[in-house]
Nanobody, 123 residues
């Protein structure tokens, strides 16, 4: 069992930056692939970024490539999402998720989800 708690969301102006953190409980954090998804009002939850258990592989949605960076610190049981050059269309609730690594960009392979953190980008 893994429990995930996101933090770091908030209100920022367009062009600004935020860093989201996701703290995981449990001693097996390092064996999970981790992902970030987001959901805007009235829209489906969509993939943002993912990272393999070792951190050696990362994946990004085209909409955030070059602006967002996912990383993890297995010693701290934490995964991060550094978000730069934020745009109003990045406004959403951001969720982190843990999975077995059989898939990275789809929601289904992820078994555990956090409660989400709100990111609002003003124009």
């Amino acid at each position: 069992q893994v429990q995930l708690v996101e933090s770091g969301g908030g209100l920022v102006q367009a062009g600004g930056s935020l860093r989201l953190s996701c703290a995981a409980s449990g001693r097996t954090f390092s064996s999970y692939a981790m992902g970030w998804f987001r959901q805007a009002p009235g829209k489906e939850r969509e993939f943002v970024a993912a990272i393999s258990w070792s951190g050696g592989s990362t994946y990004y949605a085209d909409s955030v490539k070059g602006r967002f960076t996912i990383s993890r610190d297995n010693a701290k049981n934490t995964v991060y999402l550094q978000m730069n050059s934020l745009k109003p269309e990045d406004t959403a609730v951001y969720y982190c998720a843990a999975g077995d690594g059989l898939g990275y960009t789809d929601k289904d392979p992820y078994d555990y989800w956090g409660q989400g953190t709100q990111v609002t980008v003003s124009s």
